[in-house]
């Protein structure tokens, strides 16, 4: 891993440079409307998938992703697709990225419109001063929040298993799972959970996406959350209501079918 785009998510590195940081000033209104925007486009997108993905136990959904449910789980993504396309009128795939090493996010079909929800970022959500140096080692998708939350984006080692430990202690009364575990897959049930798979800028390319922080009401949280790829790395004991921390990708210019997404990781917006 190149220490040039590893840094950027290297906790200690960025503590560090935290204060030359590159701020992009959006005033207060600007930024409420915004967050406003992910949300109201979010919680359709989370209804029509409700209607298709029912919450499972989380013995339920190691059997769903066993080599006898393949077809089933394949069947059951391209639905999940399908339906997020007629809302949105896009949709994304995983490819080799044009730019950097590795993966990238591309349009496949359709045409992304400014101010849209394109994507959410997975992970395990750290609370300031939670314990996250270890995970940050060699790891290049954890992304830092305003406010000191830190979102632990990696799929693979030590993260996947805290995720999914995260996820099978936080069931519900009904011994059903509150957080979306089929991201760890790369290909997730919930077609929007590929945020961490977006690359960042380079001196040719500028981003095409920002992120958006928001707090998913707990209403929507107690309804959706099997459907929303982020669990909590420490107990919630007001579990029940309890909002959670999303980051939304939204496009900041249209992005036509084929062009790959772009962010920028060491950039944040603030009041």
Known sequence: MKWK??????????????????????DSHSLIEKQFEALSQLKPQLETLSLI????????????LSDTNQLKYQTLCSSAVKSLFDINNFTLHVSPSLQAEGLGVFVNQGRVKESQLVALYPGTIYLPLQPILLQSLHNSYILRCVDGIHIDGRHTHLSRLIYRSCAFRDVNSSSQLTSDLSWLSLQPLNPLSIG?????QSREIQPNVEYIELDVPGSMVDEYGYLLPNCCYGPRLDAKDASRRV??????????QGEEIYSSYFTIATK
């Open 247 to 256: 980051v939304a990708l939204m496009a900041t210019r249209d992005i036509t």
């Open 5 to 26: 785009s590893f840094k950027h998510r290297f906790v200690p590195w960025v503590a560090a440079n935290w204060s030359t940081r590159l701020v992009r000033s959006v």
């Open 196 to 200: 961490q798979l977006v690359n960042n």
């Open 53 to 64: 993905l029912k919450p499972l136990t989380p013995l339920a959904f190691k059997s769903n």
